[in-house]
């Protein structure tokens, strides 16, 4: 970015312009960056936003609209949408991917609390090596362990074709959740905790009644940032699901949509803003505890 | 609150044995159980003949010699991860950190932009993958029918290997909102009275930047590069629903694609685990990749720990 013009102060002008140039007294050169910078961030967006109004676009043209590589619907064809309402199984999967994502989300977050909180606020032997181990295993790609633990749910326990061994690894904490919620509660001083104990409640209480409201914005946060990992999730299905159809998820189905209308365009990319419209959606209620939650990740310096 | 008083003394609270054993010890199954437990197993299946019907049989190196001498798309998958690496993290940073500082300056509808440049980070991994083969179709999509509009000769992106990993760039560039809202953060932390102090002293805008900017931000530069070469050694979904429908080959369950199209260019490693792994059922072999990436991984988190200072203590890199 040329910065450069900022660095010679111009002669002084009185400007009035809009409301953020309602004080008297900006350079011209400083209105001029003003416009500058602006006019690149609308560009950018235009590029940002360019991907998904063609994806939109796309999914209502003709069959042979969509692959002639033109930019406007000549016709506004909504039974694209009603063809992927309508794929087998399709319902299922929506169902699916609700299932995994949030009740692996609550299970997850109930579970991550107790050990955030112990990491954040007590002090005990090993609780370094701990942290490290959290670190580790939040590091650890999934395919290090993804072959043994395969042999073990199909084996021992036949619960391949479905979500559950993804969903039950869940009800033993979340690492990422973990350390999230514990970058947080760091920040909280330790006379609460101190003073709560003085008031005669116990660590259940102490937690529940004190240091959870407090932590609320990390809590809605990092149950976001879980929901979204478990609703973009693809390589478990893959591996666990894949089996039955009647198991698969959202992201896993649309890639084998995909396959099954290798040349229809317009019915892959209707299937794939019912995809993504979830995530705009929850996205949009929730903009605050998004923004909140990338800064709380403990890399403010 | 005063960090310099908090700094000062011991963080933390002494509890009785038992609360803290209640509150670690659920994780600590977990982690023994699909950390620990698997992890082991790993290590052993490398050494060993086992196609998850018959009992594993004992072939010492057997697997690693395999994969190593006559195994050419490991060094395929190795050579293109270490290509992402490079180049994906280098730009996404460099882009991140400009759109950040973009949005720093930016006073009129910042909460629109920051929205926007946000978004995409989100959208599932298989549906921007989808979106962005569609956009880049050399025969049918409407990016080169833009580019050849205005004369610029359109490559053929995810169907030509010179150029189906700079079109994964370009999909990862989209998605860069995390950094910009973390850089945002940061650059919001610079005293001010330092680009005053410098523009003083006659400084320029590169000198406040290479002086001021850069160095303070300096802990977050690394630990965002760490974490970025972490998440580029296991990328996998993207580039393997890329490959799958540029090929255009039929990719339902059980069906065969020669995974990385086109030839080799979009392979990784976590592709070739589960090729090896689930697709031909070499347990052996798709384990001695696993354990290579293990050892990748753990070496960019001892790296992680040692870039983020005492950041396990206080929770703050730097």
């Known amino acids: 970015m040329s910065t450069g013009v900022l660095t010679k102060p111009g002669p002084v002008e009185v400007v009035a312009t809009d409301r953020g140039w309602r004080r008297l007294g900006r350079t011209r050169t400083q209105v001029l960056l003003w416009i500058a910078t602006h006019a690149v961030a609308v560009g950018l967006a235009v590029l940002f936003l360019a991907p998904i109004a063609f994806l939109l676009l796309t999914s209502v043209m003709s069959d042979r609209q969509a692959l002639s590589g033109s930019l406007w619907p000549d016709t506004w064809q909504w039974s694209n949408y009603r063809r992927v309402w309508d794929t087998p199984n399709f319902l299922l999967w929506w169902r699916n991917s609700l299932v995994y994502a949030g009740v692996g989300t609550l299970l997850a977050i109930t579970s991550s609390v107790f050990p955030a909180y112990a990491l954040a606020k007590f002090r005990f032997r090993g609780s370094n090596a701990l942290m490290v181990v959290v670190v580790a295993a939040m590091m650890l790609p999934p395919q290090v362990v993804v072959v043994p633990m395969y042999v073990v749910w199909s084996q021992y326990f036949g619960l391949t074709g479905s979500l559950w061994p993804l969903i039950i690894p869940l009800a033993f904490g979340d690492a990422f959740s973990i350390f999230l919620l514990r970058q947080f509660m760091l920040t909280l001083p330790d006379e609460v905790v101190d003073a709560a104990k003085v008031d005669g409640c116990g660590e259940l209480r102490t937690l529940w009644h004190v240091v959870l409201p407090m932590c609320k914005p990390a809590v809605v946060a990092t149950s976001l940032f879980q929901f979204f990992a478990l609703w973009n999730d693809y390589f478990g299905p893959q591996i666990y699901a894949s089996d039955d159809p009647r198991a698969w998820t959202l992201s896993y189905g649309l890639q084998t949509f995909k396959g099954a209308h290798s040349t229809d365009w317009n019915v892959t990319m209707a299937a794939t803003a019912l995809v993504v419209l979830p995530v705009v959606l929850v996205f949009f209620l929730a903009q605050r505890a998004f923004v909140e939650g990338v800064t709380l990740t403990g890399v403010k310096g | ?318």
């Open chain 2, 1 to 318: 609150m005063s960090s310099a008083l908090a700094a000062g003394r011991r963080r933390g609270v002494s509890r009785s044995r038992w609360v803290v054993l209640a509150f670690v010890s659920p994780f600590v199954l977990g982690v023994v159980l699909f950390f620990g437990y698997p992890l082991v197993s790993t290590i052993v299946y490398s050494f060993e003949k086992y196609d998850q019907i018959n009992p594993p049989t004992w072939v010492g190196t057997q697997n690693w010699h395999y994969v190593f001498d006559e195994y050419p798309r490991f060094w395929t998958a190795l050579r293109n991860t270490a290509w992402l690496v490079v180049v994906m993290v280098s730009l996404r940073l460099v882009f991140g950190l400009a759109v950040g500082m973009l949005i720093v300056r930016v006073r009129a509808g910042v909460g629109i932009f920051r929205t926007v440049f946000y978004l995409p980070y989100l959208a599932p991994p298989v549906a921007s993958t989808l979106v962005f083969v569609f956009l880049l179709n050399p025969g049918s999509g409407p990016v080169n029918g833009l580019l050849e509009a205005v004369g610029i000769p359109a490559p053929a992106w995810f169907t030509d290997p010179n150029w189906s990993k700079p079109a994964l760039v370009l999909l990862s560039l989209w998605g860069i909102g995390d950094l910009m809202v973390i850089f945002t953060a940061s650059l919001l932390d610079v005293p001010r009275e330092l680009y005053e102090a410098a523009e003083l002293d006659g400084a320029g805008a590169f000198g406040r930047f290479r002086f001021i900017t850069l160095p303070t931000i300096r802990p977050i530069l690394l630990f965002t590069t760490v974490t970025g070469v972490i998440a580029t050694m296991q990328y996998y979904t993207q580039a393997l629903v890329a490959g799958q429908a540029a090929s255009g080959q039929l990719s339902s369950a059980g069906s065969r694609v020669e995974p990385g199209y086109p030839n080799g260019s979009t392979l990784t490693l976590p592709q070739l685990v589960y090729n090896l792994g689930f697709q031909n059922f070499d347990t052996g072999s798709a384990s001695v990749i696993a354990v290579v990436m293990f050892v990748l991984a753990m070496a960019c988190t001892v790296l992680l720990l040692k870039a983020g200072g005492g950041f396990l203590k206080t929770g703050r890199i730097g």
